[in-house]
Each structure stands twice: as C-alpha cells, then as structure tokens.
C-alpha cells in the first residue's frame, strides 16, 4: 500500500492528495533534498519533546476554531490553580522609608553616647564661637531722634495689633511708621485678644508707655485715647468709625493715596486687623521711624524689666565657670505645635491621640478637611519638624557646647516633659528656665499672662552669647535683629540647617567624630552669617544693617540723618 493511500487496495495506484493544501509538489521535492526541514516525521535530530510540541501546534493550526475556547481554557487553568494554591502567607514588599523621613534619634543617642561623654577633642565652643570677621569693620546704632517740632495733626489713627507679643510689636512698629508718615497721631494701638495666646494684656501692661511717648515725641504724636468732642460725631462708639481693611504688605503709597484722603475727611480712622499691612520695602524715612520705635522706643514695662534683668544676673553666676557667659534657646516643643506641625515622634498610640484631640482644640476641623493629605515624612525631610528637646541637645553636644555650659531654656509647656526633657537634662545638667530661677512669688503677677512670660523669656535670651532658635516664627525673628542691634552687626545666633539635621539624625551607621564635624561646619555656618545686611524685601526688625545702623569705622552718619 502507497503511503498516502488511505483505503485498502483495489488495484488502482491512484495516490491520495497531500495532507495540506499549502504545501505543493515544489515545497515536497524540496523537502527530500533538505532532509524534511518542515516535516516532523524527518526530524530525526529532534527531541521526544520537540515533537510532541510541533505536532501539537500542527493540530491547533489545521484546527483553528480551538482558538474560540482559548479564554475558557485560560480562565479555567487559573480557577484551578487559585484552588489548588496556598494563600496562608501573603507575599511582603518591604519599603525602606526615605532617608530623614522617620524620627530616629533616640537610637542615634543611644548609639553615641558613650563616645560623647569620653570626648575631650576641643575646647567648650562657648569661648571660641563668633570668629568671623566682617571685612566691613562692626556696625554701631545709628537712629537718631528729631530735634524739631511736629506740625499739626492731621487726623487720629486707631489701629488693632492682633497675634502674639512679638506680631504685636511688628504691629506697633508699622502703626509708628504710618503715622509719622502721615503726618497723624497714633493711638495706643489695641492688643486683641487671641483665642490661641488668651492674654488680654494691654499695651501698657507689656511696655513702657511713658518712655515710649516721650522717645517719639518729637516724630510722631501718641496718645492714650480721642477727643470726646471728636467721637460724638460717632456715638462715642470705636466701631462705628470707618474701618480700613488693608491688604497684607500694602505699600506706603498705599496709604498716603487711599488712607490719607479719608483720614483728612474724617478726622478719625481705624485699621483692624494691623498685622503685617505694611510692605518691608519702605523709604529712608518709613524704616527710620520704624527702628527709632522697635530698637529705642519699645522697653518692656517696670515688673517684666524687672525681673528679667535679675534672672539675666542669675544665670551670668550659674555660668562663672565660662566667664559668665550662658547660651539661650528658644524651643518650640509645647503640644500645640507638635499638633500643628503634624509631625510624628516616638510617642506611639498616645502620641497620636494627643495631637488629634489638640488638633481639633485649637483648629478644629483645619485637619480633617476632605482631600486634605498629611505626609509626615515629607514634613520631617523638609526640616519643617520642631526639635525634640533630645534633638537640641546631641546638636548642641556635637558643636562642641560640653556638659558644664550654661543652658537658659526659652519655652511654654513642653509636651510630655518628664519623658521629653529627660535626655537634654543628662546632656546638659546645667540647664534653668525661668521657672527654676525665679520663685513662684515672682512669676506670681506674670503666670496666667502668655505675652508677659514671652518677654521675659525675652529678655534673658537676648543677653545670652549664644542664641539657639530651633523653629522660626516672630520670637527669633524679632531677637535675632535686637542682637545685631546689641553686638557690632553680629547675632551670635545659631540658625540650624534642619533638613541636614534630619538626615544625619536618621543615619544609623555615623559615628560621633563625623557627626561633629558635621555639626561644627553647621555652627561655623551660623557664625559667617552672623552678620548680613538687609536686601529689598527682608525685615528690618531681623536685620537691622544698614537703615538702623551704620559702620563704626565711619564719622559721618550722613544717611542716618538725612531720614531724619
């Protein structure tokens, strides 16, 4: 029987066709002479497998509706291993944090040390900070007061200082200069009452308000109240005087072409709130007035000057053994702003419902808003995070402050103290708060009053020969520019750089020499920008060079006069 016969012989020899009908005679005499290339049955070179495999796919490709049941094939291969596998143990994907992004140094501490208290490398950083020198020579104050009469007044301005003490006093200061500028009498501004702060202090229960009057006599008229026969004209009631709302950091064009006007027509203006409605770019004669009010006019009143100055005299005797000279900072730890700062720590399950619960006290609802995404992490790489009390303290060892340096500690209410506070304490056992130096008699009148125990705190920071700030806002600033004003130009403040803070606290492979050296080339930072002068937009209430202060290598004050 022929090969290709597929019936039993009838004496016919007929062949019958070929099995495919895309091979023809031409490809079949190929495949003699090439020895079967396309044909399994001559693939002797091929394994078992092989073939199994061609003859497979020949079956699929002379069958091609078996591709219809492709997906129920698939779908039922997969339902079949779903049932057969094991899904006791869920694969884990382990996701290493980003560096600087979780709150480490307590680890850190634990690991270092042992090699912080055996270090006796150098000398207490205290006696050799504040080497750099200015190529430009010191500065010296330089505002001087007006000897010549005002004119007469074109009207009663009224303003409400609204914040904590020191954006009070940007208050303050603006309301000066507005008024100089226009030519109108200021009244004692109105400290309003915050929520936040709860300190219904008034002006005169913070500051001098007979040394104030008179350092401004000559450059801008204040009193402590209006004319009876000019507030008839409004029911003798403040609120039913025109109100300007002002726009933040408006011009002082802003004010001699809109505000003017109607101070001329009215007699009688108010502006509430004050905060920050005057722009930093100001003319010679707008920042003289503010500098003559926020460096010569504003002195805290007897009781906080007082006291103040006594634990100034406590803590120089507390540092005898550094000459007494003492080291202030200003440590923003207490549990609002851990809360507002949205930052975790080590505090666990507690931690977090503590700062939820502030949270909703102070802002309620700001952080829960729908869509609103709080990333912790981010915030901690950023450098946004206040500075632990553990934090202050191994930066401070690292820059070479050693364990006898006298600590004064500038704060409110430190979150979970005892626990907190613990690590600094054994870093720095030298360390006082206004609390320790004073008894509770003392502090008796300031106790309930936020805005007085600032001052204080005030007060003591800045006669210290090093000033820490740790997390911004107007206290810092305010003492930073009232240092430069002090020393030559200088602040002698350690501005820390917290994003290189957050990694280095959160590398567990650094050692103590690298971490200080690290730290030392930080304070060295802090030191050769000790002294900067003011560009356009910077305040000068944080840098008083050149429009409150001129070079002490210079005779004439030629431009301190002149805005005047």
Known sequence: MHPYNRLPSSGHSTPSPPPSPLRSPRLRHAGKSKAGRFSPSRGSGRTAAQQLSWMFLSVLLRRQGVFLFA????????????????????????HRPAPGSVYRSPQLFAKLRLDMDSD?????????????????GEWKPC???????????NGYIYVEANGGLNQQRTSVCNAVAVAGYLNATLVFPNFHYHSIW???SKFQDIYDEEFFVNTLKNDVRVVDKIPEYLMERFGSNMTNVHNFRIKAWSSIQYYRDVVLPKLLEEKVIRISPFANRLSFDAPSVVQHLRCLANYEALRFSSPILTIGESLVERMRKHSAINGGKYVSVHLRFEEDMVAFSCCVFDGGKQEREDMIAARERGWKGKFTKPGRVIRPGAIRINGKCPLTPLEVGLMLRGMGFTKNTSIFLASGKIYN???TMAPLLQMFPNLHTKETLASEEELAPFKNYSSRMAAIDYTVCLHSEVFVTTQGGNFPHFLLGHR??????HSKTIKPDKRKLALLFDNPNIGWKSLKRQLLSMRSHSDSK????????DSIYSFPCPDCMCRANRTDDSRSSSAT
Request: net charge positive; glycine share 10%; no cysteine.
């Open 417 to 419: 103290a005892e626990k």
């Open 143 to 153: 505002v001087n007061r007006s000897s010549e009469g005002l004119p007469e007044s």
């Open 120 to 136: 006796n490398s150098s000398a207490d950083a205290i006696s050799t900070i504040w080497k750099y020198p200015y190529r430009g």
């Open 71 to 94: 997906p129920l094939i698939y779908i039922s291969g997969m339902l079949l291993y779903m049932g057969t596998a094991s899904f006791d143990v869920v694969p884990v994907i382990k």
């Open 198 to 200: 709860k300190d219904p």
């Open 484 to 489: 430069r004003y002090l020393y030559g130009g």
């Open 530 to 537: 000790g002294v900067e002068l003011k560009r356009p937009n």
